[in-house]
């Protein structure tokens, strides 16, 4: 089975970095990272689970970003398990995509907390 904890770790910590930001934080920017991210790793997820059109996560609210990311980052890591257990021994593509879907979360924290 595709281990996918290090994108949920990731995705965790930021969005209990979110849901612990000031107001101000998130007005000034993080909420629309976090907003960004969140869509993004959703889109993915639909491809995956072949929606040939990927519909919008729509804009909750500031205070709803650390949840509508937590809820597309395990939308998408279900998705990857499921397109690894289909692929057998072959998981190189899905773990490329465990490890990118990674790297944009980490980046996004990076720019909505500095």
């Keep these: 089975m595709l281990d996918t904890s290090r994108l949920d770790a990731a995705v965790d910590r930021f969005a209990d970095r979110l849901r612990a930001a000031p107001q101000s934080r998130l007005v000034r920017g993080a909420a629309a990272e976090g907003l960004a991210l969140a869509r993004e790793l959703a889109v ?4 995956l689970e ?3 059109r990927p ?3 729509p804009d909750a609210g500031v205070f ?3 949840d ?3 809820v597309a980052g395990r939308d ?3 998705a990857l398990r499921a397109v690894g ?3 057998g021994d072959g998981t190189t593509a899905p773990s490329r995509e465990v490890d990118e879907a990674v790297r944009l979360v980490e980046e996004a924290e990076l720019r909505a907390m500095r």
């Design 44 to 47: 993915r997820a639909q491809r």
């Design 50 to 52: 072949g929606e040939p």
């Design 55 to 57: 519909r919008q996560m």
């Design 64 to 66: 709803a970003v650390g």
């Design 68 to 70: 509508q990311l937590t």
């Design 76 to 78: 998408l890591a279900e």
């Design 85 to 87: 257990r289909t692929a």
